[in-house]
């Protein structure tokens, strides 16, 4: 099938369920790869992506078209690991005072965080999380027009939170050495 990713999505849109199967395997493992580096975890990254594939076919019929649909989702996939993560840290906040469970479970999540490698803690540091979720982009491939769009900011405040971020892993890593 020679037809383009835009197309796919159009006709799925319309409900034609192969258009959907076809535009899911074309864009389920980019989708995966950005949830899995926003999110640092493999099981998270895995549920995140299969809620946005189940909310996928109502989103389709927002689809204009006059934009890439990798660009389209990746910004779906962003917005979904923010709400996630305001929901993950709201409901940190209200289990702050259940005791020693909580304490047990607070230091095995640090033990785990320490056996992680030294590049993923450093992008989880990254703050504010906006220049986190730029590098992601950045770092997938894409190009500061493309993430500009994604993030619905300017390519200047793309280059700007590029090299913020490149200082402050910098400063951690002499900090760390």
């Not at 995966?32 to 926003?38: D, I, Y």
């Not at 997938?140 to 090299?163: C, F, K, M, P, Y």
Request: glycine share 6%; charged share 30%.
């Amino acid at each position: 099938m020679n037809v383009c990713d835009e197309e796919l999505a159009l006709a799925a849109a319309g409900g034609d369920r192969e258009a959907f199967g076809a535009l899911l395997s074309r864009v389920y493992d980019r989708m995966f790869g950005l949830a899995f580096k926003l999110t640092g975890n493999r099981a998270e990254a895995e549920d995140l992506v299969q809620d946005i594939c189940a909310a996928l076919p109502g989103k389709l019929t927002r689809f204009r078209g006059d934009a890439k649909v990798t660009t389209w989702l990746y910004r779906i996939v962003v917005n979904a690991a923010r709400d996630r993560h305001r929901r993950r840290s709201t409901h940190a906040k209200a289990a702050s005072g259940w005791g020693d469970w909580e304490v047990s479970r607070r230091a095995a999540e640090a033990e785990a965080a320490e056996r992680a490698d030294w590049l993923r803690l450093a992008m989880d540091a990254l703050t504010p999380p906006e220049l986190r979720e730029t590098l992601v982009l950045v770092l997938e491939g894409l190009n500061h027009a493309q993430v500009a769009e994604i993030l619905d900011v300017s390519e200047g405040t793309i280059s700007w939170r590029i090299s913020e971020a490149k200082k402050k892993l910098r400063a951690m890593k002499e900090r760390d050495a």
